[in-house]
C-alpha cells in the first residue's frame, strides 16, 4: 500500500500540446481518487505519467515517499486495469491470471496459491480453463482486474476500465470495484470522463479541464459547493441550471446564478408566493419517480422538477418555487464561486 504525491506535474507531448499543466495532488495511503473530466483533459497522461508509461516534461513524483521520476514502471509496483482487455487470446482465463507472477519469477505453488485466491474473490472459478474469446464482456473484464490483483501491488490505475461494457454491466461491475476496493483497503487511482462513476466511486474526486485541476473534493462537497461554474456544470443530471447577469431579478449583473433542478419546484400555476417565477412549459420528460420539467421563463430555459405523472402540454402556464439558501452565486467573469450572500 502507498501514498502518491505529484508535485506541479507537467507534460508537453512532442510537437507541443501541453496535456497537463502543473498538478499538484496527494493521495493517501488506500483512498480511492477518481480523475474526471471532458475528453482530452488531460486524465490519462495523468495516470500514464504515475505508470511511467510517460516521462515527465516537469514536476515531481512520488510513490510513498520516493521519487519515482525516472523508474520504470515495473520499479514502481503499479498495477494497471485499462478498457481493453488486453488478454492473451489464446491462453486459458488460469494462465491470463498465472502470467504476471510466472514473468515475477514466482513458485509453481505459490502461483497456483494466488490464482486460487484471486479467482475466488472475482467469482471466476468454473472459468479458469475458457479462453477469453469464450468469455462474455464482464467475465472478461474481471480476469483483467484479477491479473491486476495477482501481483498485489502498491497501487492500482484504472483507465476507463468499464467504458466497453453496456449499461447494466457497467453499474454491476462499478459495484464490484467499490467493493474490491473495500476488501483490499489499498490506493485506488481511477480515470473516467463519467460522472456517476466518479460520484459513486471515490473518496475523493479530481475535476480536470485542458490539463489543470479544477477542483479536488469529496463527491457531495464538489456537488453542493463546486469551485467554480465548469465543476457545477459537470456534476448532477440533469445540468445545474445557470440563470444569466441580470435576468428574472435574481441575479446581479455580474453574478451567474446556478440552482440545481431538483431545488426547482413546478407548483400548481397561480402561486403567488414571494419568491416564485411563472413560465410556460416547454417539454416534460417523465422519468418514473419524478419528471424533469423544461420551462421558458422571461426568455430562459430552466429545468425543474415535478412529480413522476406530471403531465402538461408544450405552452401550459406554470409556477416555480425554489428555497433560495440552495442557490449558488459565479462570478461572472471567472466562474469562480462566491460566498453565498
Ligand atoms: P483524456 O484522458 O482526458 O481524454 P489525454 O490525457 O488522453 O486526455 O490527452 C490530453 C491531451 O494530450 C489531448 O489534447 C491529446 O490530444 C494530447 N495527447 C495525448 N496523447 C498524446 C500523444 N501521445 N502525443 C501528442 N499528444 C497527445
Excluded at 100 to 108: F, H, K, Q, T
Aim: glycine share 10%.
Amino acid at each position: 500500500m502507498a501514498t502518491v504525491s505529484l508535485e506541479d506535474v507537467r507534460k508537453v507531448y512532442r510537437g507541443g500540446v501541453a496535456a497537463v499543466k502543473g498538478v499538484t495532488l496527494h493521495i493517501a495511503d488506500g483512498e480511492f481518487v477518481s480523475l474526471v473530466g471532458p475528453s482530452g483533459c488531460g486524465k490519462s497522461t495523468t495516470l500514464n505519467l504515475i505508470a511511467g508509461l510517460e516521462e515527465l516534461s516537469g514536476g515531481t513524483l512520488r510513490i510513498d515517499g520516493e521519487v519515482v521520476n525516472g523508474m520504470s514502471p515495473k520499479e514502481r509496483d503499479i498495477a494497471m486495469v485499462f478498457q481493453s482487455y488486453a488478454l492473451y487470446p489464446h491462453l486459458d482465463v488460469a494462465r491470463n491470471l498465472a502470467f504476471p507472477l510466472e514473468v515475477a519469477g514466482l513458485s509453481r505453488a505459490d502461483i497456483e496459491a494466488r490464482v486460487r485466491e484471486v479467482a475466488s474473490g472475482l467469482g471466476l472459478e468454473a472459468l479458469l480453463s475458457r479462453r477469453p474469446k469464450e468469455l462474455s464482456g464482464g467475465q472478461r473484464q474481471r480476469v483483467a482486474l484479477g491479473r491486476a490483483l495477482v501481483r498485489r501491488p502498491k497501487v492500482f490505475l484504472f483507465d476507463e476500465p468499464l467504458s466497453n461494457l453496456d449499461a447494466a454491466l457497467r453499474t454491476q461491475m462499478r459495484g464490484e470495484i467499490k467493493k474490491l476496493h473495500e476488501r483490499l483497503q489499498a490506493t485506488f487511482i481511477y480515470v473516467t470522463h463519467d460522472q456517476s462513476e466518479a460520484m459513486t466511486l471515490s473518496d475523493r474526486v479530481v475535476v480536470m479541464s485542458q490539463g489543470e485541476v479544477q477542483q479536488v473534493a469529496p463527491p457531495r462537497e464538489l456537488y453542493d459547493a463546486p469551485a467554480n461554474l465548469f465543476v457545477a456544470g459537470f456534476f448532477g443530471s440533469p445540468r445545474i441550471n445557470q440563470v444569466k447577469p441580470g435576468t428574472l431579478g435574481l441575479a446581479a449583473e455580474d453574478v451567474v446564478l446556478g440552482l440545481r433542478p431538483e431545488h426547482l419546484v413546478v407548483t400548481a400555476q397561480g402561486d403567488e408566493s414571494p419568491g416564485a417565477l411563472t413560465g410556460l412549459v416547454y417539454l416534460v420528460e417523465p422519468m418514473g419517480a419524478e419528471s424533469w420539467v423544461t420551462v421558458d421563463v422571461a426568455g430562459e430555459q430552466l429545468v425543474a422538477r415535478a412529480p413522476g405523472d406530471f403531465r402538461a402540454a408544450s405552452g401550459t402556464p406554470v409556477s416555480l418555487r425554489f428555497d433560495a439558501s440552495k442557490l449558488r452565486r459565479f462570478d461572472a467573469k471567472t466562474g469562480r464561486a462566491r460566498a453565498s450572500e
